[in-house]
Every structure is written in C-alpha cells, then in structure tokens.
C-alpha cells in the first residue's frame, strides 16, 4: 500500500508546496489508485507537515519546489519526495508515480550519490 500526497491549489499540483488550499492524499494498491482523499492542512509550521503525513501513513509526497529543510523533515519521516513535478492535474501525477512515467526536474541536487555524481574506489 503507498499513500502519495500532493499539494493542491486551483485543482492543480500548488508551485509553493508550503501554502497550498488543499494536500490531494491517494491509496494505491498494486499500482492502482484505490481512494482519494482531500485533507485541509494544519498551520504551515516547520516540521507540522511531515508529521501530520506520516501521522496519516503517506509514503510518497509530489511536489513542485521544496526547501531542503523540509526534505530532510520528510525523509526522517520516512516519506520519499519526488521534486519538480508539473503544475497539473495532481491524480494525473500520483499515476504517473505509480507507473514509473514521472518526470521531475531538480530543484536541488539531493540524491547522496544514487545518479552516478559519487565515484568511490575501494
């Protein structure tokens, strides 16, 4: 079971993960979607999201930009974030996610090493 949450505004992916209307939660089972949910977020302070999401079990988040801080908040969670996504139709996302199509663009480089930039000789 994978629950991925996206931060919604104007029934799209929100640009500005920190101020959305709305965060769009999908269950997915067997790579297909199986619930929506929309929950209203609770006040924007550091650390309330990443603990709210693990609170409710959500192991992927979708966003557009996102500060490092809150990078780091998330992956002690234990929740794996997925970074310059589009700004469209946010289920369209989550599909894409399970589906192995999704297409982010770095905002920053935080991936230690998993796409090659570390050569470590033994």
Known sequence: MRK???PVANSLLS?????????YIYEANENIIEKEEMHVPPTHTP???????????????????IGQ???DL??????????????????????ELLQG?????????NHDGDHGHDHHHH
């Open 74 to 95: 998330f992956n002690s969670n234990g929740i794996n974030v997925y970074i310059g996504a589009e700004v469209k139709n946010p289920k369209e996302l989550a599909n």
């Open 4 to 6: 991925i949450a996206l």
């Open 69 to 71: 801080k809150a990078i």
């Open 15 to 23: 640009p500005h993960f920190g101020h959305p209307e709305y965060f």
């Open 101 to 109: 199509t999704l297409i982010s663009r770095e905002n920053l480089c």
């Open 47 to 65: 650390g309330a999201y990443p603990k709210w999401m693990a609170d409710m079990g959500v192991t992927d988040i979708i966003v557009g930009g």
